[in-house]
């Protein structure tokens, strides 16, 4: 059995993507990259995954970024690195342009790329034995503009500056002080409990109204040009001609749960 994987399970609603390689503190190889875009874009085309959580095997870490074992055959030099980086770039974009929420349940380390990924999420929550951090500099690689961004969009510059210079780990207190995580839990056990309760909360919103929210955010924060706001209209339009904003207006009359279809 192949010991570094990502894993995704799909149960009422909720598309559980867990980074599967606790001896490497579920570092991620090549090979889990690309199982983690294919994992993505599944989650993207399946109508019963209504919201995305990823979380780390072990007791260990949520992930601890590249796994540099590989470094010496697949990222000696530019060339390679640029081969290598772009299958985080496949990554990266899908998770940017996921419609489905995301939350991050962390729990241990979560570093470079594994806290550039967990930074895509819409939601981040912590236990308080939970590290973050940017080592970049302890080990001599480059913190790419497109990975600065990620940081600047949540924490701001002056603390972006801090975190990556000096390439420290910080903990439930600073991840608290910066603003990385939404909330802290006090243990796993409460991370688990929080994590499943938030994601079930999610899952039972309308899909709709969650992917026009999304991509309003998307191109709110737009750094590549002007925000597109008619295709955060167009799909804000969607949801005034849906299925879904009808039977939200019939629940509440009726005083009941709705039941979203996505349609």
Known sequence: MNEARIRLDVEDGIARLTFDHPRRLNAITAAMWRELAEALARVEADPAARVLLLEGAGERAFCTGNDISEFETLRADPEAAARYNEL?????????????????????????AGMEIALMCDLRLCSAEATMGVPAVKLGLPYRAEDIVKLLDVIGEAAAREMVLLGRRHGAEDIRRLGLAHRILPDRAALREEARSMAEELATNAPLSLAAAKIAFRELARRDGPPDLARAQAWADRCYASEDYAEGRRAKLDKRPPRFTGS
Request: charged content about 15%.
């Open 88 to 112: 985080q770039h496949v990554v990266a974009a899908r998770l940017r342009d996921l419609t489905k929420p995301a939350i991050a349940a962390i729990h241990g380390h979560c570093l470079g």
